[in-house]
């Protein structure tokens, strides 16, 4: 397999599971003749025709609402939204029914699909077409969050969510949707969802990000290293549910942590990170826990963009301070 | 707004008998409009049939009005009046019209200079729906619309220097530079936005509606939205609540034959968009949105209706959009004959010129205009080019009401 793109991952995971089951079905706006609005479905309709690969009205609700339907009769919808600050319109189907469905119906009526949305900043646009918002998701029992940061991710973990039986929010980080290539295997490839990955070693602090911040971080973590400060980096994959081992045997090792987010920092999944760990380990930490975050201001528009994102610099800093403890 | 496009210049369409006023005043500029049918090739690629008028006016009122009704004709298949402007009049249209197209061309190139980020979408195509509405409206009433805004902004009363500079994202521009393309509001010139999120501006029109009929105001409310709107749920709950308290408010669906990517044809079973409100009791009109004569009369008509005190009404304006959707956009929805098709021989701003040198305006003064515009757009470029940024400290800014 040649080396791919994130939304080229995205495709290909799609395709693999659209051939493997027919009940797989993709739909949202402009996903068909015009292959999505960042062309993540490009080429589908083409393969698997019109009706598994549904252009939708212009209508959120609906769409989540219908996979709603569709879901409990069969089949796994794929509903993609074109950005996920338009999602807010299908709010409550996802909150009052993807969500909840499952309990409500107490087990007699599952809801697998897999709601995809491309979400952040760094791509020169704002407000709403820039915003992070897993926490909401995160924050709504019933739901999985998983956020990809890189194509072999993206490919491995979009097939894991399609499998999965309960309703997933792929939250996909258009920033790095065509920022670099990778390998990926020719075999089809699943990750596990609420696994943690620890993606560099290191001994003296924890950095723990997903999504567009992995290549940031693993930036700081280069600048560390020239200095002689040897970061270990966590790739969370899984929002939620956290996968709490991973994280806690890492910072149990290095006694210290720092967790980077674009989200706004308040009530954001650092806060939450950092209660795990002050409930879990708090007397073998050397340091409070330190986060790097967005402002609690909607994304600024792009002339201030790089300033609202938190910058390998930052994050470094921050690690800095956090060693000086 | 009439008033406030005397403030930004086009006095020519100021001052004039005008919907808003008394009964009798509305009478009479009604009075104003003709009924010259459209020519058979024009209203065809709009996808119009061309009606008689005057068989249109025999057609039953809409249901629950009683007859007979003074505006029956204004939901004939398609909305056929023309208004009669002064050569002032036309003048005003056309400044108006070639401001809009002449600001968006230029911020069209400034993002392809890397000046302008994210998303732009340009009006370009569409602006006799914006100056027709805007030109019979009153200095009370109020815009509001969505992303596709700058043009609807400009002739509000915004400056292009500051709509441009907020295009740009610098201090000194409408929104402080933090709004940009999509949301622009300017409340001193009763603007209300701009509006990323697709058929938002319905119930955030019928709102404002609710206000000015609460506050005793004889304010209308102009709300404009997409085809592509039309297919969200909120629309419908707006339309119901405006019928059930017979709100004042205008929705103005700028039908430009397509969402994004997806053309009426695909998204909608009821492809009659004016059709969209029978079912809850809100009137329709189908307007040809490339003649500007027959925008601003039909928004006149469509005004008056309201202040009649009849609850909202619904006027589908069938327009175009000449660039993609927003600056990246592959076009393989349309054919590219279409597009070239609608420049050539339906452009609103051409059939504007063509009636002006008709009626005997000479080229002079057309020229006059044109050189003014650029001047004016060119001076906003400038402007947008070379001011500052926002400051970093900026950004918290009315985040939250703070206490000083
Ligand atoms: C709720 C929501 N969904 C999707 C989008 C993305 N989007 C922006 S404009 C647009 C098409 C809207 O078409 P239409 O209403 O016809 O207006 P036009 O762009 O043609 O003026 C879409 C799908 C959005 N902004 N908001
Ligand atoms: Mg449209």
Same mark, same amino acid.
């Given at each position: 397999m040649p080396e791919i793109t994130l939304i080229e991952g995205v495709n290909l995971a799609l395709k693999e599971k659209m051939a493997e089951n027919e009940n797989v079905v993709v739909l949202g706006q402009d996903v068909g003749l015009d292959g999505g609005i960042f062309r993540a479905t490009i080429g589908l309709i083409e393969e698997f025709g019109a009706d598994r690969v549904i252009d939708t009205p212009l209508a959120e609700?609906?769409?989540?609402?219908?996979?709603?339907?569709?879901?409990?009769?069969?089949?796994?919808?794929?509903?993609?939204?074109?950005?996920? *600050?338009?999602?807010?319109? =299908? $709010?409550?189907?996802?909150?009052?029914?993807?969500?909840? #469905?499952?309990?409500? /119906?107490?087990?007699?009526i599952p809801m697998p699909m897999v709601?995809?949305?491309?979400? *952040?900043?760094?791509?020169? =646009? $704002?407000?709403?077409?820039?915003?992070?918002?897993?926490? #909401?998701?995160?924050? /709504?029992p019933g739901l999985k969050v998983v956020i990809p940061s890189t194509p072999r991710k993206a490919r491995a973990l979009l097939r894991a969510a399609i499998e999965h039986p309960d309703p997933v929010v792929f939250y996909e980080?258009?920033?790095?949707?065509?920022?670099?290539?990778?390998?990926?295997?020719?075999?089809p490839e699943t990750m596990e969802i609420g696994k943690a990955e620890v993606v560099r070693e290191g001994r003296h602090i924890t950095m723990i990000a997903y999504g567009a911040m992995m290549p940031r971080t693993l930036e700081a973590a280069r600048m560390l290293a020239d200095e002689g400060i040897e970061a270990?980096?966590?790739?969370?994959?899984?929002?939620?549910?956290?996968?709490?081992?991973?994280?806690?045997?890492?910072?149990?090792?290095?006694?210290?942590?720092?967790?980077?987010?674009?989200?706004p920092r308040s009530f954001g999944p650092a806060a939450e990170i950092i209660a795990r760990l002050n409930d879990k380990i708090f007397f073998e930490l050397e340091a409070p826990v330190a986060r790097v975050t967005g402002y609690d201001m909607p994304p600024p528009f792009f002339a201030r963009e790089q300033w609202f994102l938190p910058s390998p610099t930052r994050i470094a800093d921050e690690a800095r301070e956090t060693l000086k403890l | 707004m009439a008033k406030r496009a005397g403030k930004s210049g086009a006095r020519a369409t100021q001052a004039k008998t005008r919907a808003k006023k008394s009964p009798s005043a509305t009478r009479a500029s009604a009075r104003k409009t003709s009924s010259k049918p459209a020519s058979k090739g024009e209203a065809k690629a709009l996808g119009a049939k061309v009606t008689d008028?005057?068989?249109?006016?025999?057609?039953?009122?809409?249901?629950?009005?009683?007859?007979?009704?003074?505006?029956?004709?204004?939901?004939?298949?398609?909305?056929?009046?023309?208004?009669?402007?002064?050569?002032?009049?036309?003048?005003?249209?056309?400044?108006?019209?070639?401001?809009?197209?002449?600001?968006?061309?230029?911020?069209?190139?400034?993002?392809?200079?890397?000046?302008?980020?994210?998303?732009?979408?340009?009006?370009?195509?569409?602006?006799?729906?914006?100056?027709?509405?805007?030109?019979?409206?009153?200095?009370?009433?109020?815009?509001?619309?969505?992303?596709?805004?700058?043009?609807?902004?400009?002739?509000?009363?915004?400056?292009?220097?500051?709509?441009?500079?907020?295009?740009?994202?610098?201090?000194?521009?409408?929104?402080?530079?933090?709004?940009?393309?999509?949301?622009?509001?300017?409340?001193?010139?009763?603007?209300?936005?701009?509006?990323?999120?697709v058929g938002a501006p319905a119930p955030l029109g019928t709102g404002l509606a609710f206000a000015a009929k609460y506050r005793g105001e004889d304010a209308v409310s102009l709300t404009f939205f997409g085809d592509g709107a039309t297919n969200q749920g909120q629309v419908y709950e707006s339309f119901n609540m405006a019928v059930l308290w017979k709100l004042p408010v205008v929705y103005v669906i700028e039908n430009n034959h397509y969402a994004m990517g997806t053309s009426v044809d695909r998204a909608s079973g009821q492809k009659d968009l004016h059709k969209r409100g029978e079912s809850l009791g809100v009137p329709g009109m189908l307007v040809d949105g490339m003649n500007v004569f027959k925008v601003r009369a039909a928004a006149e008509e469509a005004i008056a209706y309201i202040r009649s005190g009849r609850g909202p009404i619904l006027v589908e304006v069938k327009t175009y959009r000449y660039r993609g959707h927003s600056m990246s956009d592959p076009a393989k929805y349309r054919p590219r004959e279409e597009v070239q098709e609608v420049r050539a021989h339906h452009d609103p701003i051409e059939l504007l010129?063509?009636?002006?040198?008709?009626?005997?305006?000479g080229e002079a003064e057309i020229k006059k205009i044109d050189r003014a515009v650029k001047q004016e757009i060119d001076e906003a470029a400038d402007f947008a080019r070379h001011a500052a940024e926002p400051e970093p400290d900026e950004l918290y800014r009315d985040v939250l009401i703070e206490e000083a």
């Open positions: 609700a609906g769409i989540i609402g219908m996979a709603v339907g569709m879901a409990m009769n069969g089949l796994i919808p794929i509903p993609e939204m074109q950005f996920s *600050g338009f999602s807010y319109t =299908a $709010f409550h189907q996802i909150e009052n029914h993807v969500a909840r #469905y499952h309990w409500r /119906t107490r087990g007699q709601i995809r949305m491309p979400y *952040g900043a760094g791509v020169r =646009a $704002f407000e709403l077409h820039s915003e992070s918002r897993e926490a #909401y998701w995160a924050h /709504t980080p258009k920033a790095i949707y065509r920022a670099f290539r990778e390998n990926v295997s020719d075999e270990e980096v966590i790739d969370l994959m899984t929002v939620s549910p956290l996968d709490e081992e991973t994280i806690i045997e890492s910072v149990r090792r290095t006694g210290r942590a720092l967790v980077v987010h674009e989200a | 008028a005057k068989a249109s006016a025999k057609k039953t009122p809409p249901p629950g009005h009683d007859h007979p009704d003074p505006y029956a004709h204004l939901f004939a298949d398609e909305y056929h009046r023309e208004y009669e402007a002064s050569h002032e009049e036309m003048l005003g249209f056309y400044r108006q019209m070639l401001r809009i197209r002449r600001f968006e061309e230029k911020a069209g190139q400034l993002y392809g200079m890397g000046l302008i980020g994210g998303f732009l979408h340009l009006y370009i195509g569409e602006e006799a729906v914006a100056v027709g509405f805007d030109s019979a409206a009153g200095p009370q009433d109020r815009v509001v619309t969505g992303y596709r805004c700058h043009g609807h902004a400009l002739i509000a009363g915004c400056s292009p220097k500051s709509l441009m500079a907020e295009l740009t994202g610098r201090a000194p521009g409408l929104c402080k530079g933090k709004g940009g393309s999509m949301h622009m509001f300017a409340p001193d010139h009763r603007f209300y936005g701009g509006h990323g999120i010129k063509e009636r002006m040198l008709d009626a005997g305006i």
